[in-house]
C-alpha cells in the first residue's frame, strides 16, 4: 500500500477504535432474540454478599469464569489517579500461598487462560478453564481476594509496567492523547473525565499504603460478582464458591457519591494541536449512562447515522459533500453518564468551521425524523452484533457481568434484543431532541501541530 494510503489507514483504524470502544460493555446487554425464550442465567448469593451467576452450556467441557468488582478508575482518591489499574497488575504479583505470576502458570499449565482488564466503573478478572479445574480456579480467586501480599518491590516492577503501557498506549498514539484531552473537557467535573491510564505523575506518587487501602476497601465478597458460563451447574458452582468464598469477611463498600453531569448550555469550543497528520473534529453530546431506559434508542440512534457507509454521516459528509474522508458517530456510555460521540476526519484545505457545521447538522436533523427503512436497518445490525457477541463462553460471561454491574441488572441480559425490536421511529426522534443538541454538545477541533 503506498505510504500516504497506509499512514491513512492507520489513523482511521485509530479513530474508529477510540470511536467504537464503548464496546463489548455497551453491546453486552444481550441475551434472547425477538420472540424466542428469555436466555435462563440461574442465581444465587453467598451469605457474605457475594453474587453468583451461572449459564449452563454442556456443549464442550470448558467453563468461563468472570470475576467482576464493582471498582474502577472513577473511585481513585485525588492525587493517584491510576490506581484501579494498577491494583489490577498487582493482583497477579502473588499472595500467601501462591508466589508472583504463578496464578496464570497455573492455569496456563491445565491448559487454561487467564486475564483481566480495568475500566471506569469496574475491574474484571477472568479464567477460562476445562470444566474439571472449575474448583482450581475458584480457589486462586478466592486466594487474591482474602489474602493479597503487596510488596515495595513488586509495586516499582508493576508501576514501569503501567507506565509503559501508558506511553505505548497513549505516548506514541497522538489521536488517543487527544481522544482522552477532549473526554476530559466534554466530562470535565465528573468521575469520567480521567480514564484507567491515569497519569504518569500520580502513578508516581502512589505508595503500598494506598494501595492496601484500596484492596481492603474494595475486594471484598459484597463488592463482588462471580459469573461462570460453561458446563456445569449453580448447586456445582454454589458448593465450590461456600468452600473457598464463603469464610471470607463481606466488608464495607463506600457508597458511590451519585454522577452529576451538567450540560455545557451551549456548545463548548476547544481546539488543541497535536502531531497527527489529518486534522480531525471531535464532537460529545452529553447523555445519560448504560442504566437509562432510553439507551437502546442511543445506540440505534448511532447506528442510523453511522451504520456503514450507506449511514447518514458517511454518506452525506464524505460522498455527497465532500468535507470529510471518514465520519463517524456512536454512543459511548458508562455506567452513570457518557458521551454521544461525532467525529470527522478531513483534508487541511478544508475549514474546521465548515466541517464540524456539517457534522453537527447531520447528527442534530435526526430530531427532524426518521424512516422505518433505516430503523429496521439499525435493528438489523444490532441483532448481528447480539449473535457475535455471545459466540463465544467468554462473550456470554462477559455480557452477564456487564448487564448486573453497569446496567443494573440481569435483566438487562436475560431480555436480550426485545428493547431494540420494541424501538419505534419515534423513539429515536425523541432522544435525538432531547439529547443531541447544542446546549449538550462539546466540540474539540484537533489541528496538526507539536
Given at each position: 500500500m503506498h505510504a500516504?494510503?497506509?499512514?491513512?489507514?492507520r489513523l482511521l483504524a485509530s479513530l474508529w477504535l477510540l470511536l467504537l470502544l464503548a464496546p463489548a460493555l455497551s453491546q453486552a446487554v444481550q441475551g434472547a432474540g425477538e420472540g424466542e425464550a428469555a436466555v435462563h442465567v440461574a442465581q444465587d448469593r453467598l451469605a457474605n454478599g457475594l453474587e453468583i451467576y451461572v449459564y449452563e452450556d454442556p456443549s464442550a467441557p470448558v467453563v468461563s469464569v468472570n470475576l467482576w468488582y464493582r471498582v474502577g478508575s472513577r473511585d481513585e482518591p485525588a492525587g493517584r489517579r491510576g490506581m484501579a489499574h494498577l491494583m489490577e497488575h498487582m493482583m497477579f504479583k502473588g499472595s500467601e500461598r501462591v508466589a508472583a505470576e504463578e496464578h496464570a502458570r497455573i492455569i496456563d499449565q491445565v491448559g487454561g487462560d487467564a486475564n483481566a482488564f480495568?475500566?471506569?466503573?469496574?475491574?474484571?478478572?477472568?479464567?477460562?478453564?476445562?470444566?474439571?479445574e472449575l474448583e482450581l480456579v475458584l480457589e486462586l480467586e478466592a486466594e487474591r481476594m482474602a489474602h493479597l501480599v503487596l510488596t515495595e518491590e513488586h509495586l516499582r516492577t508493576e508501576r514501569e509496567v503501567v507506565k509503559e503501557e501508558y506511553r505505548l498506549g497513549l505516548q506514541n498514539d497522538p489521536v488517543g492523547q487527544a481522544f482522552e484531552r477532549f473526554q476530559a473537557i466534554a466530562l470535565a467535573g465528573t468521575v469520567y473525565a480521567w480514564t484507567p491510564h491515569g497519569f504518569l505523575e500520580e502513578l508516581d506518587a502512589i505508595t503500598v499504603q494506598d494501595l492496601e487501602r484500596f484492596y481492603r476497601t474494595y475486594y471484598v465478597p459484597s463488592n463482588a460478582v462471580l459469573v461462570v458460563a460453561g458446563a456445569t451447574d449453580l448447586p456445582t458452582v454454589k458448593r465450590l464458591a461456600e468452600r473457598h468464598f464463603g469464610?471470607?469477611?463481606?466488608?464495607?463498600?463506600?457508597?458511590?457519591?451519585?454522577?452529576?453531569?451538567?450540560?455545557p448550555g451551549e456548545v463548548r469550543r476547544e481546539r488543541m494541536t497535536f502531531p497527527i497528520q489529518l486534522p480531525v473534529i471531535l464532537g460529545g453530546y452529553l447523555i445519560p449512562g448504560l442504566r437509562s431506559p432510553e439507551m437502546e434508542a442511543l445506540q440505534a440512534a448511532g447506528l442510523i447515522l453511522s451504520g456503514g457507509e450507506s449511514a447518514r454521516v458517511h454518506r452525506s459528509l464524505v460522498r455527497e459533500q465532500q468535507v470529510a474522508v471518514a465520519a463517524v458517530a456512536t454512543s459511548q456510555p458508562y455506567q452513570d453518564a457518557g458521551l454521544f460521540l461525532a467525529?470527522?476526519?478531513?483534508?487541511?484545505?478544508q475549514?474546521?468551521?465548515?466541517?464540524?457545521?456539517?457534522?453537527?447538522?447531520?447528527?442534530e436533523r435526526l430530531a427532524e425524523g426518521v424512516s422505518e427503512r433505516e430503523l429496521q436497518q439499525a435493528k438489523n445490525q444490532m441483532a448481528a452484533d447480539y449473535a457475535f457477541s455471545l459466540d463465544t463462553l467468554d462473550g456470554v460471561a462477559n455480557a452477564i457481568g456487564a448487564a448486573v454491574v453497569l446496567e443494573g441488572g440481569l435483566e438487562k441480559f436475560t431480555r436480550g434484543l426485545?428493547?431494540?425490536?420494541?424501538?419505534?421511529?419515534?423513539?429515536?426522534?425523541?432522544?435525538?431532541?432531547t439529547y443531541l443538541t447544542p446546549e449538550r454538545l462539546t466540540l474539540v477541533e484537533v489541528a496538526p501541530g507539536s
Open positions: 500516504r494510503r497506509a499512514a491513512l489507514a480495568t475500566t471506569s466503573d469496574a475491574t474484571v478478572y477472568w479464567d477460562k478453564v476445562p470444566a474439571a469464610p471470607l469477611p463481606a466488608g464495607e463498600v463506600p457508597e458511590r457519591a451519585p454522577v452529576t453531569a451538567t450540560p467525529a470527522a476526519l478531513y483534508l487541511p484545505g475549514e474546521a468551521e465548515r466541517v464540524a457545521a456539517a457534522l453537527t447538522q447531520e447528527v426485545e428493547p431494540y425490536f420494541a424501538l419505534t421511529p419515534e423513539d429515536v426522534v425523541r432522544v435525538a431532541r
